[in-house]
C-alpha cells in the first residue's frame, strides 16, 4: 500500500489573504489538484504562482473520478482537494471522494482554513455553543416553509446558506414560519469588500434589506437564534435528595422551611412537594 496523501485544502473565501502558507506548500507540492471548477480555481492558483495540473471533480463526475484518484495515490502521488472557496465537503461535492479514498486504505489529511459557516458565526453575537448547519434551504416556497417548520423550536443557533436570488423570500418565509420577532443575522460578502453583518428581528431585517437593494446582493450566511429553552417544571434531583433526606428527620413544614434555605427554592413550593410525598 502506498503512503500517499490526500490532502482537503480550504482556499480563502473572499480575502486572498487568508490562503495559509501551508495551504500553498501543500497546492505546490502535490502531483495534482482536483478543483470543483478548475477555471474558477486557475485564478486563485496564478495568484499564488500555483503551476500544478487540475482536474475538476464536482457533483456530476465525483463517482467517476475517484478510480482516477486511487490509481495516482496507488502510483505514490499525493493529491489535493479544493472546492471553489472555503471547506471542501462544507455543503460542497467531495464526501464520495473522501469516503472512498479512506475506505482504500489511504489517509485523507485535512488542511485547515476558511469556512464561511465559522466566519459568520465568530461575529454574529448569538449562542455557538451548540448549533446546526443546514446548508441551502429548499428553493421552492413549499419545501423551505417546511424545513424551517422543521427548526421553529429548536433551541440551538441554525445556519443556512442562501443566495442573491432567494434571500428576500427566504426572510419573508421566516417571518411567516418563525415569527417576526425571531433575531436573525445577516451575513453577507463575508471577507470581501462589501461584507457586511447585520441582526435583529427578522421582520426588521427584511425591511432593512428591502430599502437597500445592494444588501441583498451576493453570497449569504443566514443565522438563526434559537428559542428559548424550556424551564423544566418541578424541582432538580439534587434538591428533593434533600427534602427527602430532612423529612426523614423532621415535620414537613420544618424540613420544607430548612430545604429552602439550603437549595434558594421557595418555601411553600417545597412545602407542596413535601406534603405530596407524606
Known amino acids: ?35 470543483e471548477d478548475t477555471r474558477h480555481s486557475g485564478r486563485l492558483m496564478a495568484h499564488f504562482n500555483i503551476k500544478t495540473p487540475m ?10 473520478r475517484l478510480q482516477t484518484i486511487l490509481d495516482k495515490l496507488s502510483a505514490g502521488e499525493n493529491i489535493a482537494l479544493i472546492s471553489d ?3 471542501p465537503l462544507i455543503s460542497d461535492p467531495g464526501f464520495y471522494l473522501v469516503r472512498g479514498v479512506r475506505d482504500a486504505g489511504f489517509k485523507a489529511v485535512p488542511v485547515p482554513g ?14 455557538t455553543d451548540r448549533f446546526i448547519f443546514e446548508g441551502f434551504l429548499p428553493a421552492k416556497r413549499t419545501g423551505r416553509q417546511q424545513q424551517l417548520a422543521l427548526i421553529k423550536s429548536e433551541e440551538r443557533t441554525v445556519i443556512f446558506y442562501e443566495s442573491t436570488h432567494r434571500i428576500i423570500e427566504t426572510l419573508n418565509d421566516m417571518v411567516e414560519v418563525l415569527g417576526a420577532d425571531r433575531y436573525v443575522v445577516m451575513a453577507r460578502e463575508l ?42 417544571e ?44 407524606k
Open 1 to 35: 500500500m502506498s503512503d500517499a496523501v490526500l490532502y482537503i485544502v480550504a482556499t480563502p473565501i473572499g480575502n486572498l489573504g487568508d490562503m495559509t502558507p501551508r495551504a500553498v506548500e501543500v497546492l505546490q507540492s502535490v502531483a495534482l489538484i482536483a478543483a
Open 55 to 64: 482536474i475538476s471533480v464536482h457533483d456530476h463526475n465525483e463517482r467517476q
Open 85 to 87: 472557496a472555503g471547506t
Open 114 to 127: 476558511c469556512s464561511a459557516v465559522i466566519t459568520a458565526m465568530s461575529a454574529a453575537g448569538v449562542p
Open 191 to 232: 471577507t470581501k469588500t462589501f461584507e457586511t453583518i447585520h441582526g435583529d428581528k427578522v421582520s426588521d431585517l427584511l425591511v432593512w434589506m428591502e430599502q437597500d437593494h445592494n444588501q441583498q446582493k451576493g453570497e449569504f450566511v443566514l443565522i438563526v437564534q434559537g428559542v428559548e429553552p424550556k424551564k423544566e
Open 234 to 277: 418541578g424541582f432538580s434531583a439534587e434538591t428533593l435528595h434533600v427534602l427527602e433526606t430532612l423529612l426523614e428527620e423532621l415535620p414537613v413544614k420544618q424540613a420544607a422551611a430548612l430545604a429552602a434555605k439550603l437549595t434558594g427554592e421557595k418555601k411553600n413550593a417545597l412545602y407542596q412537594e413535601a406534603l405530596n410525598r
